[in-house]
């Protein structure tokens, strides 16, 4: 839910997304950042601190909108890119169906998952990450947490829009949900 | 893919609706309708026979949009009540992830999933149903078919813009690929 | 991890059970009893009340062992059905992949699953069940419970050996952990 | 299925290994080795050619039993190691659940999943390998693949005991099940 400063897309104008937006649900990607060990056990998951459509700035997880002709993964891609730095190195999984999915509505009771500015349903992936991490300007830090850290409710405080439940299925998903 | 009757949508009139294809991905949902013994083995994959977005008059599966403001969930029931009627009993699984997803582009070089009118991204879902099915006045038939019969290469022939390839899908996260 | 009372089976006699338990990893199935909506999403989660392999009373799910010769599927529902009652009428999913695994050590400490009988690898999967369930003789009760109830903490020391966190990743996978 | 010569284990001789093998199931842990491209997309599968426990020389996935006390990644590493030797860099996945399971029975009518010496319940994952393959002693040869090669009759032929039938469903699981 970051393009916020997206708007040099070339794929779509302002007014155009304003229009569809009012139409159809968004396609979105969603990438939970982790660093995994040897034997694939993830000891680490990224949190972006950056603005959210919702209006706060808060930790998030890595996400974009899917633009008219890109596939998944290449969104899944350019996103992790965007948001990590070009020297991130992840490791897009190769199943194609994604671990769980995110539907965002602007209002925020149907789900629980909440954009004011659209609806919006998200493919969400678990991406494994090597290299070395430098946030773009449009997030202002990335820090990693154990997955205790990252299901504490400190930290589920400074998440928003859903994000938390996103990680802890993640961890669900990875067997790390030990709490 | 079956809206091409549902021009009565209240939500999207064909002005708007070609508007927007022409923007942004489309959410799709899918649904490989199943028949299952009492321990869960698929023993027959249901398919109907219908007109197409590629024009022609092919088998299928259970296809169409989500719409604004619509869960994904009730999005497959809806198309599922639409193509099989009201007796059908679905058994929508309790998983929320798609078992695959499906990228329709109108090049059918990008990913094989061939959609002329548009992009759409499908979330895919094996939905064993247990009542009598009725085909709606889309689709002109329904029939079911074994494992082996829906994979032969005479069925093969008989789908369209990559259905043959999310039943395989299907059947392989089933364990029942055998060919 | 239920077959206290389960000399009777024919396969294996206690002492031979002893012997191979000593020596290879048991193989398991257990099952997280839900009940659906007609959309599919959860709205209870069914815990039996049962002794444990740690000497407990405690809420449980579905479990037991795979025989030699028995298939996966065939164990499930024999579980099910000795848990449930006959008239459970259980929905083995079509999907032939557990939903998660849980790995049990004599030593709580390797992965907090723990059973101090054997090593045994647990094949998980969430089995919607329809009809009217008789807990068996092992059983004391099967209580239903909301996805909130379910992981309150009130209902969390009342699981053991690793339970509640299979709990917590069905509900995951479901799409309903949302506390 | 490839310990013929594994009876150096340190855990169980050959026949104690024997007797539990006539009385409960053993846990295997299976993976299909694949090279992918930066987005994921699987490029490559990777195959043995090796003494099968059906007794042939044939094409395979690495495969191996799970030992008493030891964790399914253990395992899994483990195999990798022995099978594609030390510098393979194997990317063991984050999500703990297999793709799929197959079970092995020495009746090959059940599940046509055969192993002669046992009844074998394994858990199948799809493992990127990034680095240098050099198989052991066990394995003749290590060969990689296309998604249209491995799923060709002359290949499928030269995989017995159902390897071919997992090609297929890790090609499934990966979206590249394309034949």
């Not at 706060?56 to 290449?74: C, M």
């Not at 070009?86 to 999915?101: D, E, N, R, S």
């Not at 602007?106 to 991406?127: C, E, K, M």
Request: with cysteine.
């Amino acid at each position: 839910m970051s393009e916020i400063t997206e708007t040099q897309s070339a794929w779509l104008d302002d007014e155009d997304l304003a229009l569809v937006r009012d139409r159809v649900p968004m396609v979105y990607v969603e990438a939970v950042p982790v660093r995994v060990d040897d034997l694939g056990v993830v000891q680490q998951v990224g949190l972006l601190l950056r603005p959210m459509p919702d209006g706060t700035i808060s930790r998030a997880i890595v996400s974009g909108r899917v633009n008219f002709g890109e596939r998944v993964r290449d969104a899944l891609l350019r996103h992790l890119e965007k948001d990590l730095g070009p020297l991130a190195l992840p490791q897009i999984p190769p199943g194609i169906a994604p671990i769980t999915i995110a539907e965002y509505f602007p209002n925020p009771d149907i789900t629980g998952f909440h954009d004011p500015r659209q609806h919006a349903v998200s493919l969400v992936y678990v991406v494994p990450v090597e290299g070395d991490c430098e946030p773009s300007v449009d997030a202002l830090t990335l820090t990693w947490h154990t997955p205790e850290e990252v299901t504490s409710p400190q930290l589920g405080q400074e998440m928003t829009i859903g994000h938390d439940r996103i990680v802890r299925r993640a961890l669900a998903y990875a067997g790390r949900l030990d709490g």
